[in-house]
């Protein structure tokens, strides 16, 4: 790690690149994770109800998935109208 002399001898973009390179490397350090996690997770469970990798441990850098159409306004005001009703 960054001893603290080197981290008040470091320029802004010294400091900038070796957070970056850090991060990377806990990325990595997770997608390695889930996929050992995974691995032992397939060998336990059927093919037919398996989840995909991203749906058993999903990280920050996942791709999100697309969950279509946001609500009007109108509509939302109408589905809270139901739920408040239905409580």
Same mark, same amino acid.
């Given at each position: #790690?960054?001893? !603290? *002399? #080197?981290?008040? =001898?470091?320029?802004?973009? *010294?400091?900038?690149?070796?957070?970056?390179?850090?991060?990377?490397?806990?990325?990595? &350090?997770? @997608?390695?994770? =889930?996929?050992?996690?995974?691995?032992?997770?397939?060998? /336990? $469970? *059927?093919?037919?109800?398996?989840? %995909? !990798?991203? &749906?058993?441990?999903?990280?920050?850098? %996942?791709?999100?998935? %697309? =969950?279509? +159409?946001?609500? $009007? @306004? +109108? @509509?939302? !005001? &109408? /589905?809270?109208?139901?739920?408040?009703?239905? !409580?």
């Amino acid at each position: #790690g960054m001893t !603290i *002399e #080197g981290f008040w =001898r470091a320029t802004w973009r *010294e400091f900038l690149l070796y957070r970056k390179a850090y991060e990377a490397r806990q990325l990595a &350090e997770w @997608q390695r994770t =889930r996929l050992i996690a995974y691995v032992i997770y397939c060998t /336990n $469970t *059927e093919t037919k109800g398996r989840k %995909d !990798i991203t &749906e058993f441990l999903p990280l920050s850098t %996942d791709e999100k998935p %697309d =969950r279509g +159409e946001r609500l $009007t @306004q +109108e @509509q939302f !005001i &109408e /589905n809270m109208k139901k739920l408040s009703q239905a !409580i």
